[in-house]
T-cell receptor, first 111, second 111 residues
Framework: GIQVEQSPPDLILQEGANSTLRCNFS?????LQWFHQNPWGQLINLFY???GTKQNGRLSATTVATERYSLLYISSSQTTDSGVYFC?????????????FGKGTHLIIQP | NAGVTQTPKFRVLKTGQSMTLLCAQD?????MYWYRQDPGMGLRLIHY???????AKGEVPDGYNVSRLKKQNFLLGLESAAPSQTSVYFC??????????FGAGTRLSVL
C-alpha cells in the first residue's frame, strides 16, 4: 500500500514563529487531507487539498501531486496550535476509500 | 447540528467480552469509516461503508465486524475482545471521497 512520511516528527517553537510541515507520499493520490489533533484528542480537518494551494487564516497548504508531496504552513504560531498534525491520503485506484495516515508531526508552541 | 457523535466515550472490557460502538452522523454523508489510533501512531482504517447496506474491509479488519443498516449510523462490533484491541477508536463521515469529519473518539481498554 501507499506510504506516507511526515517530517519533522517533533517541533518545538516559540509563540509567534512560523513553521513548515512536510508530507511525502509514495504513489499518486486522489485525496489528501491535513488534520490537527489537539491535546484533548479531537481531530479537526484543516484542509482537503489533493492538489494546488489553499489558505485559511494563519494556515495554508500546498500539494504538488506530480512530485508527491504536500506542505502545511503555520504562521505567527499561537499556543493553541500545539498538538499533532497528520497528513492523510487516499491512493488513486487503491480500492479502499478510507485514508492512509502518516505518523504525524508533534508541534509544541511555547509562550 | 451535532456532526459525528460516538458512544460510549470510554469503556473497559475483560478479555473475551463483546461490545458495540455506535457512530451517528447528521450531515447526510454517504461514506462512513472506523479507524483505530494506537500510541505514537497515525490512524489505521478498520472498515468503511460507501452507503446504506454496504461495508468493506480496511487495513486492519480482523476481530471486528460492522453494520450500516441506516444511512446515519455505522456500528463497530467486537465479538471477543482481546488486549491487542485496546485503542482509541474514531468514526468519520464524508461525502464521496470528500473532506472527512471525525467524532470525538472512544477510548477502549481490554484487560
Amino acid at each position: 500500500g501507499i506510504q506516507v512520511e511526515q517530517s519533522p516528527p517533533d517541533l518545538i517553537l516559540q509563540e509567534g514563529a512560523n513553521s513548515t510541515l512536510r508530507c511525502n507520499f509514495s504513489d499518486s493520490v486522489n485525496n489528501l487531507q491535513w488534520f490537527h489533533q489537539n491535546p484533548w484528542g479531537q481531530l479537526i480537518n484543516l484542509f482537503y487539498i489533493p492538489s494546488g494551494t489553499k489558505q485559511n487564516g494563519r494556515l495554508s497548504a500546498t500539494t504538488v501531486a506530480t512530485e508527491r508531496y504536500s506542505l502545511l504552513y503555520i504562521s505567527s504560531s499561537q499556543t493553541t496550535d500545539s498538538g499533532v498534525y497528520f497528513c492523510a491520503v487516499c491512493e488513486t485506484g487503491g480500492g479502499a476509500d478510507g485514508l492512509t495516515f502518516g505518523k504525524g508531526t508533534h508541534l509544541i508552541i511555547q509562550p | 447540528n451535532a456532526g459525528v457523535t460516538q458512544t460510549p466515550k470510554f469503556r473497559v472490557l475483560k478479555t473475551g467480552q463483546s461490545m458495540t460502538l455506535l457512530c451517528a452522523q447528521d450531515m447526510n454523508h454517504e461514506y462512513m469509516y472506523w479507524y483505530r489510533q494506537d500510541p505514537g501512531m497515525g490512524l489505521r482504517l478498520i472498515h468503511y461503508s460507501v452507503g446504506e447496506g454496504t461495508t468493506a474491509k480496511g487495513e486492519v479488519p480482523d476481530g471486528y465486524n460492522v453494520s450500516r443498516l441506516k444511512k446515519q449510523n455505522f456500528l463497530l462490533g467486537l465479538e471477543s475482545a482481546a488486549p491487542s484491541q485496546t485503542s482509541v477508536y474514531f468514526c468519520a463521515s464524508s461525502y464521496i471521497q470528500g473532506k472527512q469529519y471525525f467524532g470525538a473518539g472512544t477510548r477502549l481498554s481490554v484487560l
